[in-house]
């Protein structure tokens, strides 16, 4: 977060930088010597920027490790359940339909597209299957996902004047500002709260569900409360950076390499190391072509790619 800090067309010291954070705490005065448009574009521009980025990151990196949980698998992440065809579909509906609506209706309607779509999957998935099955989930998540794509795509074709601003969303953004943080600020919190709550549930749940329910653990129903958490955080994160991709994938599958499996420990690490991640991908956008600027969709697919064939082999090896 330092680095991104420090990273920008205008130099600022080090020293200054951690001298105006210190003097914005409680019961703490101290002078960094910047001037009005340093202090401006230091605690306007670049520091929600980095607090967002750390945010989105850290709610998608551990709703994928929730996911993954519930699923056993490793190959499952945020988007799996239809979040993020149906956080598209809301906000190329607004920029469609009402372009020059408020800049905070397109992160709103992102984010009921997103529970939508997630509830949508979820309904149908429990009609077409046996109460707490994962694979009619999985599937109805597939179906719903194509459905709400191909309905966003016949909206963009009614308004191609639009499509630069759809895709610039659609590669992700975490530059909303303070605005932004506060938006979903609520929505990380619960569903953080729910995630790492269900942590121990999480590692019942990995032997098998005959031996969770001779544990006395309900198997549905921490299913239930892990993917509704994981849902509420993918669609929080979605809502204001629009699609970022592959973290809920590279994260949590690097976290229980250092870690061990245990979801005590991959949940929280996942938080701070999604966090981490993005904050370094939202950098190199920034740099990598500076003064242009990356979308950082493309940098985490750049990164994340290449690591998910790598992880589907070793998971084809090791059930071999």
Avoid: C
Wanted: aromatic residues 6%; hydrophobic residues 60%.
């Amino acid at each position: 977060m330092l680095a991104a800090l420090l990273s920008g067309a205008a130099g600022i010291p080090v020293g200054a930088i951690l001298a105006e954070l210190a003097d914005k705490l409680p019961l703490v005065t101290a002078d960094s010597g910047l001037t009005p448009v340093e202090q401006g574009l230091l605690l306007e521009l670049r520091l929600p920027r980095v607090v967002l980025a750390a945010l989105v990151g850290g709610l998608l990196a551990a709703a994928g490790a929730g996911y993954q949980g519930v699923f056993r698998n490793p190959l499952a992440d945020p988007y799996l359940l239809g979040a993020a065809a149906g956080a598209g579909l809301g906000a190329t509906a607004v920029i469609v339909l009402a372009g020059d609506a408020d800049a905070i209706a397109i992160p709103v309607a992102a984010f009921a597209g997103a529970v939508g779509g997630v509830l949508l999957a979820y309904l149908l998935g429990s009609v077409a299957g046996r109460a707490g099955g994962i694979a009619p989930l999985v599937l109805a998540g597939v179906a719903v996902s194509s459905f709400l794509a191909a309905v966003q795509t016949f909206l963009q074709q009614l308004e191609v004047e639009e499509l630069r601003r759809i895709y610039g969303w659609i590669l992700g953004d975490v530059g909303g500002g303070w605005s932004q943080v506060l938006l979903i600020a609520p929505y990380a919190a619960v569903s953080m709260g729910f995630l790492l709550a269900y942590g121990r549930l999480l590692d019942v749940l990995a032997v098998g569900d005959d031996e969770a329910v001779s544990l006395g653990v309900n198997a549905v129903r921490v299913r239930f409360a892990v993917l509704f958490a994981a849902s509420l955080a993918t669609a929080s994160a979605v809502a204001v950076s629009g699609l970022i991709g592959f973290v809920g994938i590279v994260v949590p599958h690097v976290v229980r390499r250092l870690a061990g499996g245990s979801y005590r420990s991959v949940l929280p690490l996942s938080l701070i190391g999604g966090g981490a991640f993005l904050v370094l991908a939202d950098l190199a956008a920034r740099t990598v072509m500076a003064p242009a600027e990356l979308p950082i969709g493309v940098v985490t697919a750049f990164v994340g790619a290449p690591f998910f064939i790598v992880v589907l082999r070793l998971t084809r090896r090791s059930e071999t």
